[in-house]
């Protein structure tokens, strides 16, 4: 079967730095994507990662190992509109999105 | 409209009836989807549409059916509506079925009776 793990919740402070990891085991791999999803609204992209390696984006930043099978989020001097939940995605040989539960972020003062 | 449309934006829906939630979207995006959400699961995916005028099936399909008569519009109806889906429905759209990132609209928040 097809499986995404990512920790349920995190709890981080502000202006701290964070890593949600992300495992998975799909039927093939066409790329990881990394969304964030404040409650009550709909996801919204964060990164893409095919290769493997870190991709930076600003305070975010995504890594993937595709032998291993991981990726990780990094989220740097956080902020409280950071507090969130982080979903991760990968796109199968079928070029279809498998979804993890999603790790939710909480940022305390 | 700006991005990806759903309507409504929540309803309470009493068991066996029938109801269609609505999406559309201004992108011009070939592939769309309808996913369920649910507390403790990922996003599960319902059925999807590469093009207009074809559509397949996701992970939970039953009790679901869906058309693609254009680009823009992709329907999402329930013909006998069950307690089990009660869950909040997103619709999104993408470039292609392939690489690129998904676009999400608000969502509908279902509740069956």
């Known amino acids: 079967g097809q499986n995404i793990d990512q920790p349920t919740e995190m709890t981080a402070t502000e202006g701290a730095i964070v890593q949600i990891n992300c495992t998975y085991q799909?039927?093939?791999?066409?790329?990881l994507f990394w969304y964030q999803q404040h409650a009550g609204e709909a996801p919204t992209f964060l990164s893409y990662?095919?290769l493997d390696g870190l991709e930076e984006k600003g305070r975010f930043s995504s890594f993937l190992s595709r032998s291993k099978g991981y990726s990780y989020l990094l989220l740097k001097e956080l902020q409280m509109k950071d507090s969130a939940s982080y979903l991760c995605?990968?796109?199968?040989?079928?070029?279809?999105?498998?979804w993890g539960a999603g790790t939710k972020l909480i940022i305390k003062p | 409209i700006a991005g990806i449309t759903q309507a409504p934006t929540s309803q309470i829906l009493a068991a066996g009836r029938r109801m269609t939630l609505r999406c559309t979207q201004d992108?011009?995006?070939?592939?769309m989807y309808w996913y369920r959400q649910d507390l403790g699961l990922g996003l599960r995916l319902i059925h999807y549409?590469?093009?207009?005028?074809?559509?397949g099936k996701g992970e939970v399909p039953d009790g679901y059916s869906v058309s693609r008569a254009n680009t823009d519009d992709f329907p999402l109806t329930l013909a006998s509506a069950v307690p089990s889906q009660t869950s909040v429905y997103f619709c999104?759209?993408?470039?292609?079925?392939?690489?690129?990132?998904?676009?999400f609209g608000p969502g509908t928040r279902l509740t069956v009776l």
């Open positions: 999104a759209s993408s470039d292609s079925s392939g690489a690129d990132e998904q676009f």
């Open positions: 992108m011009r995006h070939n592939a």
């Open positions: 549409s590469n093009t207009a005028g074809t559509t």
């Open positions: 799909t039927s093939g791999f066409n790329g």
């Open positions: 990662n095919v």
């Open positions: 995605a990968v796109k199968d040989s079928n070029y279809q999105l498998i």
